[in-house]
Every structure is written in structure tokens, then in C-alpha cells.
């Protein structure tokens, strides 16, 4: 089993103030809060870093935490929160078991926003960097992206059609009468009588 922190915490071997459980995921007070309510929310199982849990269970997980985004801030009447993550080493990571903090935040609590945790000057051309996250999506979700475009392209051509004037049935009749009229006379059959 590894060394961790949390894991001694689902095991009962550290005691803390527990907010909600179930059969996948714990909630709990932060030993060292950043503010009132600041809460942890964690998976049982041991997990990393965020994109080593299954996606079932990484589901389960953002549905149990979505619970807690409302009572957390009401109970200590907080004005807004930040749910964040670090996640690995270079993000702060410092407990390598998967956590989300909910923290509380009040007017004039000289916090920062999350955007500025970091400030690194982006050279490279935003669309180059969407293509290579894009590559990196799992196949099905790629799949996914090429039918929403597919589902565009089609509305277009659709509104594109129905843009075009269409013809009235009077029109038509016209045009009709005029192809008529350019045909020329065929009097091959026709006989003379003297």
C-alpha cells in the first residue's frame, strides 16, 4: 500500500472532520485552511494525479463534489469560492493522492483569482496548441468533435438552401410556355392536300 496521507485518512488511521462520504469519495475540513469552510474532497481510491481515474469514476467523483459547491460557501456565508486542483509536482501538487479544495472566498479577502497563480507569455499561436490538445483526446472524443463540424456543415448548406429563391408555380408555368415556344415547328408528318 502506498505511503499516503489520505489513504490513512479513508483507512480511520488520521481522524478528521468528515462533511460527507460515500462509497467512492470523502469530503472533509482542511487541517490547514485557507479560510473558513476551506474543504478537501478526495476519491477513496488511490489515484495521483486527476487523469489516472477511471472516467466513471471521475464522474461520480465531480457529481459528489458538485454537492458540496453549495453548502460549503452558504454555511460560512461566503460571497463566491474557487475549486481548484493541483495537480502534479510542477502545479504544487504536495499530497500525490487526487484533491480538490473548495475555499471559501469573501469580498476583501486579499485573495487572488486563480489566473493569477501563473503568468507564462504565450508565443505560439493559439490554433497550434488546439490541434495538438485535439490530438491528444481520446479517439471517441475526436470522433465526437468531427461529427459536431459534420452536424455545422450540414446545418449551413441547409440554411444556405433554404436561402434560395424558390419558384412559384405561376413561374414555372412560364417557364414552361417559353421552352415551348423556342421549339421549332416539326411538320413532318403533316400532309398537303391539293
Not at 7 to 36: H, T, W, Y
Request: proline share 6%; net charge negative.
Amino acid at each position: 500500500m502506498v505511503d499516503c496521507i489520505f489513504c490513512k485518512i479513508v483507512q480511520g488511521e488520521i481522524p478528521v472532520v468528515k462533511l460527507m462520504e460515500d462509497k467512492l469519495n470523502l469530503a472533509f475540513l482542511d487541517a490547514r485552511p485557507r479560510s473558513p469552510g476551506h474543504t478537501l474532497v478526495i476519491p477513496k481510491k488511490h489515484y495521483e494525479k486527476l487523469e489516472d481515474m477511471p472516467e466513471e469514476e471521475a464522474k461520480e467523483f465531480f457529481g459528489f463534489m458538485h454537492k458540496l459547491t453549495k453548502a460549503v460557501p452558504g454555511a460560512v456565508n461566503a460571497q463566491g469560492f474557487n475549486l481548484g486542483v493541483n495537480n502534479g509536482k510542477a502545479a504544487g501538487q504536495e499530497v500525490m493522492h487526487v484533491h480538490f479544495n473548495i475555499i471559501p472566498r469573501f469580498e476583501e479577502d486579499q485573495g487572488s483569482p486563480i489566473q493569477g497563480l501563473v503568468q507564462v507569455e504565450v508565443k505560439e499561436d493559439p490554433k497550434e496548441i488546439a490541434k495538438r490538445i485535439k490530438e491528444n483526446l481520446p479517439a471517441e472524443e475526436n470522433k465526437e468533435e468531427e461529427k459536431r463540424e459534420e452536424k455545422k456543415e450540414q446545418e449551413k448548406k441547409k440554411e444556405k438552401d433554404e436561402e434560395k429563391p424558390t419558384k412559384s408555380s405561376e413561374r414555372e408555368w412560364q417557364e414552361f410556355n417559353l421552352k415551348e415556344q423556342d421549339k421549332a415547328a416539326d411538320y413532318s408528318d403533316a400532309r398537303r392536300e391539293y
